[in-house]
């Protein structure tokens, strides 16, 4: 059951994405990253702390390098971090960036599902990944 | 009078808690829970959060730097009370952890506030402002200072709607901090460990507007959160309340299921009252229980036993465990080591009430003395009479075993001074005679009634115990040396008199 569920949560991150760049092009791809972290900032920032949101933004983009040695930022620490992200997916191929994009939100969810288990998770994620567009969940952020 | 203010108050959601506020969380108070590290505060507080929290009343919790957020939703979410469902609808978290960085209250205070009131919850949590204090020493000049924060914090939270909480870390007895006069309840929470034993207790300092129960409160922590065990509260002998349970003592009579010992106590043991069998071990004190227990069964009269002792599987007690597992008798079994007196109570009265139970017995008290946390083994006496008198004030009839040292110099009845507590005592002793080891007893007390005062032999067998003839003819029977009186004497005797 918690791996279907885990599935679930990885075909609405995909499509979350995809829909949110709108084309298949890097550029697109890194703008959706970064607005669509920001969302999860605003998520998650008030409940567990900046500081405890950078570490795992950190611990993700670190496992998601192993994958895509490409990714690996060297300068900087937490949301210091994601311009570098961006510029990066910038320069890859379209497939290989959004691919880049998608593991490094699921390894993030991930890591988060272990730490605060998956049902919480997905409670608190659930506004950044249900909505596709960007305006309603930033409108529901606020 | 109907223009005065009612207070409403809230229950807790924590088993026990309501009674020892005294019914429940005023509204719109303001609430310190307080206590070391380890002590439960959080739990105690997310707890009462998460009985509370509703949409028409959201909580909002506020953590500061104390436990960073993450552990605390992982281990939190570990007890059944935790409910994700209602994270985001009825309950937000929000972290104060940059706020707090910058060492400026103003701030905290600001951020607090503009939260607040942004969502005007029903329910707010602070924790803890220990975190608060440290982390603001190189405050910059000019700002809040520490107390001042505090005390506007406090003043704060007893101005919004909500019943409010501010977690934190005790302070110093000798100088209390000012938002405990500011603060309407005051809750303070403790572990302690004596040799290996870990004792939780709290205390209710202050609530204001209620009676609370005064003194140190035992809890433990499960998985289902926090219990606490309110100490036993002792009916005053006056009121309407007592004269139905006293006027059942005098007139009926409870049998004992062993033959011969009824008549031995004056036509069995009078009801409502409780009896202690004192004897060295192995005299028999646990098989006179169980024909107790197994009487009541043949009678409908429901029955309860605390053993502390014997598993119920063993050898002589077997048929305890028929009657458990037949569904006649209810069973406290307990080995562990680190309970209060009051956990026991509970837990009794608690069967008692569910199995309409007329019939108790503890077994043994020494054992039940040996499971008791060390911590309270100071107070012993004081608690066993506390649990004697409220059982009394069930009406249930008890039989309460002590084991006794057999001392030939001495006659005692039970190591606790607790004869005194009970109405009824039977002992118990070995006597030597021919060479053989005998069994004796004897009733020595029965309140308000006349009883035997034989010394009768008696025999355990597979039946049970079988009374048998008084020891006539010898003296010094409690000496353990008895001797042959010759028979001529014994009429001398009688006939002077």
């Known amino acids: ?142 | 009078m109907s223009d005065k203010v009612t207070i409403r108050r809230l229950p807790t959601g924590v088993p026990g808690l309501d009674a020892i506020l005294g019914g429940g969380l005023p509204e719109f108070s303001f609430n310190l829970i307080v206590g070391p590290p380890g002590s439960g505060k959080t739990t105690l507080a997310h707890q009462i959060m998460f009985a509370l929290a509703t949409k028409e009343r959201p909580a909002l919790f506020f953590t500061v730097l104390g436990e960073p957020p993450l552990k605390m939703l992982r281990y939190q979410q570990q007890f059944s009370f935790f409910d994700p469902q209602k994270i985001t609808e009825s309950i937000r978290f929000v972290n104060l952890s940059d706020e707090v960085s910058t060492g400026n209250f103003d701030e905290v205070l600001a951020r607090i506030i503009k939260e607040v009131e942004a969502s005007s919850p029903g329910l707010v949590f602070v924790d803890s402002f220990r975190s608060v204090m440290l982390e603001v020493r190189n405050q910059p000049q000019g700002t809040l200072s520490l107390q001042q924060f505090i005390q506007q914090l406090g003043i704060h939270l007893s101005g919004w709607q909500a019943t409010t909480f501010l977690i934190g870390e005790y302070l110093s007895n000798s100088d209390p901090h000012p938002v405990f006069t500011v603060a309407d309840g005051l809750l303070s929470l403790d572990q302690s460990v004596h040799r290996n034993s870990m004792v939780r207790q709290m205390q209710v300092l202050k609530m204001r507007g209620q009676a609370t129960r005064p003194g140190m409160q035992t809890f433990r922590i499960s998985s289902a959160g926090i219990e606490v065990f309110p100490t036993a509260l002792v009916r005053d002998d006056t009121g309407a309340a007592q004269e139905p349970a006293g006027s059942r003592r005098t007139k009926s009579r409870v049998a004992m299921g062993v033959p011969g010992l009824d008549e031995m106590l004056g036509g069995g043991l009078p009801s409502g009252y409780s009896m202690l069998v004192a004897g060295p071990s192995g005299s028999g004190k646990t098989i006179l229980a169980t024909a107790f227990l197994a009487e009541g069964v043949r009678r409908s009269e429901p029955g309860v036993i605390v053993a502390f002792e014997q598993t119920p599987s063993q050898s002589r007690t077997r048929t305890i465990d028929d009657m458990v597992r037949a569904g006649q008798v209810g069973l406290i079994n307990t080995r562990s080591l680190d309970l209060s007196i009051d956990e026991i109570v509970q837990h009794l009265v608690a069967l008692i009430h569910r199995m309409s139970a007329k019939r108790v017995v503890i077994d043994s008290l020494s054992g039940f003395e040996l499971a008791v946390a060390p911590t309270f083994r100071e107070d012993f006496r004081e608690s066993l009479f506390r649990m004697v008198a409220v059982l009394s004030g069930l009406g249930v009839t008890v039989v309460m075993t002590s084991e006794l040292e057999d001392r030939y110099t001495d006659l005692r009845f039970s190591p606790y001074g607790s004869a005194f507590l009970t109405d009824a005592i039977i002992v118990e002793r070995y006597i030597e005679i021919d060479s053989r080891f005998k069994r004796v007893l004897a009733v020595v007390k029965v309140r308000g009634s006349a009883h035997s005062n034989e010394l009768r032999e008696f025999e355990i067998t597979d039946a049970g115990i079988i009374i048998g003839d008084p020891v006539g003819d010898y003296e010094g029977l409690l000496s353990g040396r008895a001797t042959l009186v010759p028979p001529v004497k014994v009429v001398g005797r009688a006939k002077l008199r």
């Open chain 1, 1 to 142: 059951m918690a791996t279907g569920e885990s599935n679930l949560f990885r075909e609405s991150i995909r499509t979350a994405l995809a829909q949110r760049a709108g084309i298949p092009d890097s550029e697109a791809t890194a703008n959706a990253t970064a607005a669509t972290w920001r969302l999860v900032a605003a998520q998650l920032a008030p409940v567990i702390g900046a500081r405890g949101l950078e570490v795992l933004f950190e611990r993700a983009l670190r496992t998601t390098s192993a994958a895509f040695p490409w990714l690996a930022v060297a300068s900087g620490s937490g949301a210091a971090l994601l311009p570098g992200v961006a510029e990066r997916l910038a320069c890859q191929r379209p497939a290989e960036a959004a691919e880049a994009s998608y593991t490094l939100f699921s390894t993030f969810t991930e890591l988060l599902m272990t730490l605060i288990g998956e049902s919480l998770t997905t409670r608190l994620l659930a506004p950044v990944w249900a909505s596709p567009s960007l305006s309603s969940v930033q409108e529901s952020a606020l």
